[in-house]
């Protein structure tokens, strides 16, 4: 048991967490649903009556299968291959309170399903002693933060121990002195998490105990340093627990210093100058990006960087204007902050985004980096996000998998056509299975109400209301997510007296759960709770709307599991993925929400509604927008809801269930995203690696003289004659002739790229839907290059072309280094 207990494969396994609820349903509850927690609070006259119950030893027997099962899976060949992990919160279950929102929570989906996949990975950590906050409401619907302190020997984590059975530690130096931090280790699955502490009696200084305090507390001061311990910290546990990774994923800019801390340890071993270091790491190196707008990106000021890695950059022997340079927009501009979204592109080879419109605002986002390329060419490709299926799954609707879908279904996440056999489900047993979650989901909501209303002493009355709201049979619109402003999440209240006209249809009644947190210091995304508990106190509307207080993963998967229509009113443009919606969507959970991040991508086939265009948001659309949620609702939603055919069943409700559930499920499972950063970034990555290693390094000596000469000699390059364009109209399929002579300056034609840009002209003159087509060197002519070929244009019109020159060491336009080395001829 204590094996089971301390591999979180139970929280994705229902045969094994099934078994320590069985124990006692009402301790495993109590424990916060910790098998940790409750086998130290368990009774031996329990466990000795279970022992001698042969259905629960047939019980335990199945949950040992299930484990055995998965940790023997037959190891695949990797080629050396390890890729590390960092992120600043992982969302693994709700006994681990290290994660605050969406973030973590694809982190905690990310770790599951490399699992899944026996990926070689590792990650890499904060373990906070107070995690986020928990939230509660006052009596006049303020929210209210409290923090509950972690005892770590009850979490499912343990002490990461050296031969001598002590607990490993590792070292970094701060302004103040050393910090030692003690390194703990979680399974998850197949795969081992490394998590890093701070709050040691080593330390001497009260500061730095608690710099693994808190989530996202503090103030620059606090998050730098936390910053240098995820980064720096992470990887000197790395080397403490003897990996050696080929790849290193950075999972937002915060754990951007192990770039640094690499270039380090490349400069101490391996004889390297910062430039030479600096080719050799960034090889291996994948960033991932998850936010769209500049606002969302840690700056740190000059003087807080220079007090704090001053003498880390002397005892590394690398120039700290070097490094600083590495993080700024302006290299230049010694008064720019550092941002460690601009410190982990320009030292990552591969950068994404995490869905494909998130994609496209990067390149614009990020284009002033490579300003002398296309927005669309911006090297920032993107893998669109995912959940993790089994954790997200309800059990019912997990249960007529097991009847009508393969016997397999459960690892055959990528398998369209077994997908399509949701078809085969009868309607009535696939409503019913909603039925018993919405059930579910309201006796859930009603429990958590009463106790928040008793916590705060509210009135008899109030209490005796909490336990009647919502009502099973009417339509039930879900909303729950971080409560930041550009999420809209009082869209739907603006306008009142239509909205309640809607809700307390007495025919065809509707009704609202809603749940958040917002961030400690962001007052008007808690306005907005208040707004939001206000109005759900109204005489009309208690028992349609209701605010569910202190918002994490057990009340997410009720939520996302239980309603009927998940809403999502982000400002389009401004949330990078989402993934509730995913969650709702493989739940048979039917989707309105703006045509945003994953949403964009899936719209078509989600058997859902979309809240506008695919158009840039501006401030007028927040009234089109609403007015567009309170149209459909009384026009297409809610009758369609309420409409019955024979048996008294909603059919086209039903096929639009069935639409996103065999539609969505493949498509957005985080197995297929661990799949796609496999094929896209580890493995080019890994590959990289051994290329660079296998060579001692030498190619990073080369490219890095090389990039100094061709800095030395590019502004002598130049065009000196490009042809002359078609004089008249070209027939489709006929070639043209695109011929370019260059000088220079003393480099090979092979040091260079020359790329036709051919495309369709736009009414103000320039390029679109432009093809890249390369022009080979064919000759040399006294001191200049030619370069030309014949090109058949796949696309007809009018249309013209560019001809550019740039740097061609890298033949891969997807890790090309942050520079602005690029020449444009005329067109």
């Not at 990650?123 to 770590?152: I, K, M, P, S």
């Not at 989530?215 to 001061?221: A, C, E, M, P, R």
């Not at 950063?677 to 990289?688: E, G, I, M, V």
Request: with cysteine.
């Amino acid at each position: 048991m204590e094996e089971l207990a301390r591999n979180i494969l139970w929280a994705w396994e229902p045969p094994i967490r099934a078994l320590f609820r069985r124990l006692d349903p009402t301790l495993w509850k109590e424990s916060g649903y910790n098998p940790v927690v409750m086998l130290g609070r368990i009774s031996q006259s329990t466990l000795e009556k279970m022992a001698a119950d042969p259905r629960y030893i047939a019980q335990y027997q199945l949950a040992c299968q299930r484990f055995d099962t998965h940790m023997k899976y037959p190891e695949t060949v990797t080629d050396g291959k390890v890729i590390a992990y960092f992120s600043a919160e992982y969302g693994l279950t709700e006994c681990l309170p290290v994660y605050s929102g969406g973030l973590g929570i694809l982190s905690g989906d990310h770790m599951k399903s490399a699992s899944d996949l026996d990926l070689p990975l590792v990650g890499v950590g904060l373990l906070y002693q107070l995690g986020y906050f928990r939230q509660h409401l006052n009596a006049d619907g303020w929210q209210q933060e409290r923090y509950l302190e972690n005892d770590f020997y009850s979490l499912p984590v343990q002490p990461a121990l050296d031969d001598e059975g002590r607990q490993r530690t590792v070292r970094i130096e701060l302004p103040t002195g050393p910090v030692i931090i003690r390194l703990w280790t979680l399974a998850v699955g197949r795969i081992k998490m490394i998590f890093l502490d701070t709050n040691t009696p080593e330390n001497s200084r009260q500061e730095d105990c608690e710099i693994t305090s808190q989530l996202y507390g503090g103030d620059n001061d606090m998050r730098v340093r936390q910053e240098i311990v995820l980064g720096i910290g992470g990887m000197r546990a790395l080397e403490a627990m003897k990996y050696k990774p080929t790849v290193f994923h950075m999972n937002e800019g915060h754990s951007a210093f192990l770039a640094l801390e690499r270039i380090r340890l490349f400069i101490e071993r391996q004889g390297l100058r910062f430039e030479e270091a600096l080719e050799a790491t960034r090889v291996n190196n994948v960033f991932t990006t998850h936010t769209p707008v500049p606002a969302g990106i840690d700056l740190f000021d000059p003087g807080l960087m220079f007090h704090y890695f001053n003498d880390f950059c002397k005892s590394a022997k690398i120039d700290f204007d070097s490094f600083m340079a590495l993080g700024r927009r302006n290299a230049k501009d010694t008064g720019e902050p550092l941002s460690m979204a601009i410190l982990a592109l320009n030292t990552s080879a591969y950068r994404n985004a995490v869905s494909k419109l998130h994609g496209e605002i990067s390149q614009e986002m990020w284009n002033g980096l490579w300003p002398t390329l296309p927005v669309p060419e911006t090297p920032i490709t993107w893998v669109t996000n995912g959940v993790h299926a089994p954790s997200w799954i309800n059990g019912d609707l997990a249960d007529l998998y097991d009847q009508y879908l393969e016997p397999d279904w459960r690892s055959r996440w990528n398998d369209k056509a077994m997908w399509r056999l949701v078809r085969d489900i009868p309607d009535e047993e696939l409503l019913e299975m909603h039925r018993r979650r919405k059930r579910r989901l309201i006796s859930f909501v009603r429990e958590r109400q009463t106790a928040s209303a008793a916590r705060r002493k509210a009135a008899a009355a109030e209490v005796r209301y909490s336990a009647e709201v919502l009502d099973p049979h009417a339509l039930t619109i879900g909303f729950a997510r971080r409560f930041a402003t550009y999420k809209r999440a009082t869209l739907l209240f603006r306008d009142v007296d239509r909205l309640r006209k809607i809700l307390c249809n007495t025919e065809r009644p509707v009704q609202i759960v809603i749940a958040g947190k917002a961030h400690p210091k962001d007052q008007p995304g808690k306005t907005f709770i208040r707004e939001i508990a206000q109005l759900a106190r109204d005489p009309q509307l208690w028992k349609h709307i209701v605010f569910v207080e202190d918002y994490d993963m057990k009340v997410a998967r009720e939520l996302v599991q239980g309603v009927d229509l998940w809403l999502n009113t982000p400002r389009r443009g401004e949330e990078a993925c989402g993934t509730s919606g995913m969650k709702a969507a493989m739940n048979g959970v039917l989707n309105l929400s703006v045509l945003d991040g994953w949403f964009d991508e899936g719209y078509e086939i989600s058997g859902g509604w979309a809240i506008g265009d695919r158009e840039p948001y501006s401030e007028d659309q927040d009234a089109i927008h609403a007015t567009n949620i309170y149209y459909l609702l009384e026009n297409e939603i809610v009758p369609l809801y309420y409409a019955q055919s024979e048996g008294g069943l909603s059919g086209d409700w039903v096929r639009r269930m069935k639409e996103s559930l065999m539609n969505l499920t493949p498509q957005f499972d985080a197995r297929r995203m661990v799949d796609d950063y496999s094929r896209k970034l580890y493995d080019p990555s890994h590959a990289n690696w051994m290329w660079m290693e296998g060579g001692n390094f030498e190619e990073a000596r080369s490219r890095a003289r090389w990039n100094q000469r061709v800095r030395e000699v590019w502004p002598q390059v130049r065009f000196v004659d490009m042809g002359s364009p078609p004089s008249g109209p070209v027939m489709s399929g006929k070639p043209i002739s695109v011929h370019a002579a260059l000088f220079l300056g003393g480099l090979k034609p092979e040091d260079v790229r020359v790329e036709c840009l051919i495309g369709a002209i736009s009414a103000a003159g320039n390029l679109e839907k432009t093809e890249v087509v390369p022009l080979p060197g064919t000759r040399i002519e006294g001191d200049l290059a030619v370069f030309e070929r014949d090109i058949i244009p796949e696309q007809t019109g009018r249309l013209g072309y560019a001809i550019r020159v740039s740097p061609n060491h890298d033949d891969n336009p997807l890790t090309r280094p942050v520079t602005s080395l690029l020449k444009w001829g005329g067109k």
